[in-house]
């Protein structure tokens, strides 16, 4: 998975041509971590068809406020360079997580 900060992260999501998953995460977030087994084996299975990426909110809390993350975790579903879906604390299970990524390929 790729780290994401404020200097890569349009780079790596907006500009991308392709598919891409951003996890909102932060180590003090007891269902970020509970996901992040499951994301980090989804991002092996998807590999080469999607991008996933990370964020760390505690290192990177302006890019969330830009990106109006609200709360954790939060998942972004990206198309060549739209945002199409937001998973957020109530919704990011790991079946919706694998329903939103069949949608994207």
């Known amino acids: 998975m790729i780290e994401l900060n404020r200097d890569n992260f349009d780079a790596e999501v907006f500009e ?18 509970a996901l992040l087994p499951l994301v980090e084996a989804m991002a092996e299975e998807y ?3 999607v991008k ?6 505690l290192e990177n809390r302006r890019l ?7 709360g954790i975790p939060t998942f972004f579903f990206v198309k060549d360079g739209q945002k ?6 109530e919704t990011a299970t790991e079946a919706n997580i694998r329903a939103e990524l069949a949608k994207l390929l």
């Open 47 to 49: 590999a080469g068809k």
């Open 64 to 70: 969330c406020i830009a990106q109006k993350v609200m």
């Open 84 to 89: 199409l879906v937001e998973l957020n604390a």
């Open 52 to 57: 996933f990426c990370k964020v760390n909110t």
């Open 16 to 33: 991308h041509q392709g598919a891409v998953l951003v996890d909102f995460w932060s180590p003090k977030c007891e269902p970020c971590m």
